[in-house]
């Protein structure tokens, strides 16, 4: 199967991201490469891009790029210090979220509209998978991943559910976890959306990777240079706007982070591709303060 993934506030991105077109890119969520593909399109020769992506199957997709200006590299936010010197990018790009390659893969197990094994993980080679979580975790550890993760008010009455249901069955599938949360009667929203998501943010320790990779942004990039942040939901999005409001402080007091602008899809971009409804991409540039 081929897999495509519509990028969101493409034209939006590049245009804030860009600043210098000999410079150098970092984009920290290569995915299926739509944001790589266009910054690579938009740098002259004397620019450079370096993409890294947690998830080792995308792997394939990067190699397809034959381009001498291009790197790609098997890697997570948390390691963006270890891979990147201080002062070397003019800008850095996080495109949050989940590819349509992940979504779309029933064994990758990230959809409730997909069966396939419960799995979650971003790096599927590593770490604690979704099913192995939510059979053994719980009920209040499980209430509280749904309602502060997921956003879910009836966190604790899914819960329970789960705990009753374990005793009889494994929850081995997404279809088991969708099945056990199914709603009665009509819902505008299928209380799964925010189960899901809770799941995955815990089981990919997505906002501590975030709040790792911000601060390393800030570290690699120069003077001048472009942070460029596109968000989903609002856990997510609070967390980058408390980040380029302030919280950058704490770590770099010579320090500004300056022209902050916060940019959502146009109502065409909202038509043409659902999953850019909740989109929310902030960029901020880096003034150093001697
Ligand atoms: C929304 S997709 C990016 C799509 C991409 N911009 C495109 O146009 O094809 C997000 C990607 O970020 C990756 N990702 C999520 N958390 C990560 C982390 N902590 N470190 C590195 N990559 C991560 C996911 O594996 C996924 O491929």
């Given amino acids: 199967m081929n897999y495509s993934h519509e990028p969101v506030l493409l034209e939006e991105a590049l245009t804030n991201l860009i600043c210098d077109k000999s410079g150098s890119y970092l984009d920290c969520t290569f995915g299926l490469g739509g944001h790589s593909k266009k910054i690579l399109e938009n740098l002259n020769s004397d620019g450079s891009l370096f993409s890294i992506d947690k998830d080792s199957e995308v ?7 034959k381009d001498e200006r291009f790197e790609f590299q098997v890697s997570s936010f948390s390691n963006i210090s270890n891979l990147f010197s201080e002062n070397s ?5 996080f495109d ?3 590819s349509s390659l992940q979504l779309d893969k029933p064994d990758r197990g990230f959809s409730f509209m997909r069966g396939g094994t419960l799995d979650m993980r ?3 080679k590593s770490g604690v998978s979704a099913k ?3 059979n053994k975790a719980s009920e209040k550890e499980i209430a509280d991943v749904f309602y502060f993760l997921g956003e879910e008010r009836k966190s604790r009455q899914y819960a329970k559910k789960i705990i009753i249901a374990r005793k009889d069955m494994n929850i081995s599938s997404t279809t ?5 949360i199914k709603p009665k009667g009509f819902q505008k929203k299928h209380p799964a959306t925010n189960i899901f998501r809770g799941i995955r943010i815990l089981i990919n320790n997505e906002f501590e990777e975030l709040k790792k990779g911000l601060i390393s942004s800030i570290r690699v990039l120069k003077n001048k240079g472009i942070l460029a ?7 997510e999005d609070r967390i980058v706007k408390n980040f380029f409001r302030k919280e950058y402080k704490n770590f770099f007091e010579d320090i500004n982070l300056k022209n902050i602008n916060k940019i959502k899809p146009s109502k065409q971009e909202k038509s043409a591709n659902p999953r850019s409804r909740s989109a929310i991409l902030r960029v901020g540039e880096i003034e150093y303060v001697s």
């Fill in 59 to 65: 792997k394939e997709y990067a190699n397809l790029i």
């Fill in 132 to 134: 192995e979580w939510i």
């Fill in 96 to 98: 949050l979220g989940v």
């Fill in 229 to 235: 942040v596109i968000s989903f939901h609002s856990a």
């Fill in 89 to 93: 990018m003019d800008g850095v790009l």
């Fill in 176 to 180: 088991d976890l969708a099945e056990l």
């Fill in 122 to 124: 971003f790096d599927n």
